[in-house]
């Protein structure tokens, strides 16, 4: 019989080389139309394109098109989960300085999670809260949606947010854009996430108490 596993890697490298095969004919392409006296621009927009599409490719399924609310909740509880976003709040740090939540994969340092601004840290990071959703509406009638803040050094903060299906139609025309802040989490699809070391002082209280949607991408 034939090994499955050996027809499993074949298929994966027979799908990788068709993909190095498209990036090479499209640079090959927008190189021509550079060469050829085409606009520039035309040429930052295909880079773009295929950053984007690289970026893309060991997300989740429909992450190159949506934001990560929307494969994790639906369309209309990620437009109420923007909506109830609590706006960044700076507090004061073990050193004396201000920190606002931050994303706690790239920024574990006080001096990276400097309030600049607000949205932004002094280093540039986006402040960013994480996401827990706890859907009660069969039985309760209401939507339970949990924001994560962290800051280094003073650890997790917890705000809750409560609303009905009044609130959830009235958040219908709210947008869920990649680019907005604070940049939003959903702890439910991240990868990971009960594996992360902290100090004993950080420890996330959220850690192996957030189910997964995604068995075997987020466990």
Same mark, same amino acid.
């Given at each position: 019989?034939?090994?499955?596993?050996?027809?499993?890697?074949?298929?994966?490298?027979?799908?990788?080389?068709?993909?190095?095969?498209?990036?090479?004919?499209?640079?090959?392409?927008?190189?021509?139309?550079?060469?050829?006296?085409?606009?520039?621009? #035309?040429? &930052?927009?295909?880079?773009?394109?295929?950053?984007?599409?690289?970026?893309?490719?060991?997300?989740?399924? =429909?992450?190159?098109?949506?934001? %990560?609310?929307?494969? #994790? *909740?639906?369309? %209309?509880?990620?437009?109420? #989960?923007?909506?109830?976003?609590?706006?960044?709040?700076?507090?004061?740090?073990?050193?004396?300085? +201000?920190?606002?939540?931050? =994303?706690?994969?790239?920024?574990?340092?006080?001096?990276?999670?400097?309030? #600049?601004?607000?949205?932004?840290?002094?280093?540039?990071? &986006?402040?960013?809260?994480?996401? @827990?959703?706890?859907?009660?509406?069969?039985?309760?009638?209401?939507?339970?949606?949990? *924001?994560?803040? *962290? /800051? +280094?050094?003073?650890?997790?903060?917890?705000?809750?947010? /409560?609303?009905?299906?009044? @609130?959830? =139609?009235?958040?219908?025309?709210?947008?869920?854009?990649?680019?907005?802040? %604070?940049?939003?989490? %959903?702890?439910?699809?991240?990868?990971?996430?009960?594996?992360?070391?902290? +100090?004993?002082?950080?420890?996330?209280?959220? @850690?192996?108490?957030?189910?997964?949607?995604?068995?075997?991408?987020?466990?």
């Amino acid at each position: 019989m034939r090994n499955p596993r050996k027809a499993e890697r074949g298929s994966a490298s027979v799908e990788q080389a068709g993909l190095v095969a498209l990036i090479a004919l499209l640079l090959i392409a927008g190189i021509a139309a550079v060469a050829a006296g085409g606009d520039v621009d #035309a040429g &930052r927009g295909l880079a773009g394109a295929i950053g984007k599409r690289l970026a893309c490719a060991p997300r989740l399924p =429909d992450a190159c098109r949506h934001h %990560p609310l929307v494969p #994790a *909740y639906g369309w %209309p509880l990620a437009r109420l #989960a923007r909506a109830l976003a609590p706006a960044p709040v700076a507090r004061l740090g073990p050193s004396g300085l +201000p920190l606002v939540p931050v =994303d706690f994969r790239r920024c574990r340092r006080e001096s990276c999670a400097v309030a #600049a601004g607000p949205h932004l840290t002094a280093s540039g990071r &986006r402040t960013t809260a994480f996401t @827990q959703l706890l859907d009660r509406r069969r039985s309760e009638g209401w939507v339970e949606l949990v *924001y994560w803040l *962290y /800051r +280094p050094g003073l650890g997790w903060e917890r705000t809750v947010r /409560r609303a009905g299906q009044a @609130q959830i =139609d009235a958040a219908a025309g709210v947008q869920v854009l990649l680019r907005d802040d %604070p940049a939003l989490v %959903p702890l439910e699809t991240l990868p990971g996430r009960n594996h992360y070391d902290f +100090p004993p002082g950080e420890l996330p209280p959220w @850690q192996w108490h957030v189910g997964g949607l995604y068995p075997g991408w987020s466990s």
